[in-house]
Structure formats: structure tokens, C-alpha cells
């Protein structure tokens, strides 16, 4: 059930231990960062690595969203521009009221889900990402109005398969 184009935005600890759990299980996984030095990193784990989020989403069926709280509320309301016809959204931060209030006002093209890990380390960035991260660890997902049956769906694999 994973979806075949999972475009993973920001590959800092999260985003980055994230995409190396996940990539055994992807058909196409693309890196959206901002940080020149960690998309080249990222060119040995991702099928197409860029700056932009328009070109990282265009042809993901599913978004995660894994910077700073702030970045994923202006991304939510940059992604109906960058993906039209919609997407599945999930992210990875801190705070959920906010981001689920955001998610909940997304098109209804888009289906969404909160996701918090409950794990982490002293150490951050790409080059501390770690595939083992979430393994055995607590993941709260909060559900808004854009969570679909599908959408749960998928996230609880995501969750199974890390």
C-alpha cells in the first residue's frame, strides 16, 4: 500500500533517518532540501534531489513534511500551488494544533495527518541520520479534517515499516 512517489522535504535527523528507513520499501523517493551540501549527501539515497518543492512534489503521491514547525505552516500553504491536484500529506513536527489546523484548510484534494516522533538525538543533521531512529519508539498521529481512511492507512505502514 506505500505509495509509489514519496517526496521526503528537509532531510535534517528526521527527515533524513526517515528516508534512509523508508528507502528499502520505496519505488521513488525524492529530497527536497534547501541546504546545498546535504542534497549532495542525499544523491545516494533519493531518486531526484532538488531546492525547490514544486519540483520535488509534482509527481509524489505522498508529501512528508520534516523541517521546523514554522517552514511546515508556510509549506502547507505553498503546497496547493506546487501540487494542483493534490496529495497525501503527513509531517513530522513538534507542535500539532497549529499544523493539524493548517493540514484541516488544505483543497480537499489533499488528504493529511500529524505525525510526532517521540525520539531523537544530541546530534542533528544528514550526516547523524540514522535508519534505526524510530524503531521501538512512540510516533503520535494526530488526525484534522483532511484525515482520510487511506491516509491512516498509510501513515500506520510508514510507522510499521520504520
Do not use: W
Amino acid at each position: 500500500m506505500l505509495e509509489k512517489s514519496v517526496c521526503i522535504v528537509g532531510l535534517g535527523l528526521m527527515g533524513g533517518s526517515l528516508a534512509l528507513a523508508l528507502r528499502p520499501f520505496l519505488a521513488h523517493l525524492s529530497i527536497v532540501d534547501t541546504n546545498p551540501e546535504t542534497r549532495t549527501a542525499a544523491q545516494d539515497i533519493a531518486d531526484f534531489v532538488t531546492g525547490d518543492l514544486a519540483e520535488g512534489v509534482r509527481q509524489s503521491d505522498l508529501v512528508i513534511l520534516a523541517v521546523p514547525v514554522r517552514t511546515i505552516l508556510q509549506l502547507l500553504a505553498d503546497l496547493p500551488a506546487a501540487r494542483p491536484d493534490g496529495c497525501l500529506v503527513m509531517d513530522l513536527g513538534s507542535t500539532k494544533a497549529e499544523i493539524c489546523r493548517v493540514m484541516a484548510a488544505l483543497p480537499p484534494s489533499f488528504q493529511a495527518i500529524g505525525g510526532h516522533p517521540m525520539c531523537g538525538k544530541e546530534t542533528a543533521g544528514f550526516a547523524n541520520a540514522d535508519p534505526q531512529l524510530f524503531a521501538g519508539e512512540t510516533f503520535v498521529l494526530c488526525e484534522n479534517g483532511r484525515t482520510t481512511a487511506h491516509m491512516k492507512a498509510v501513515a500506520n505502514e510508514i510507522l510499521e515499516k520504520i
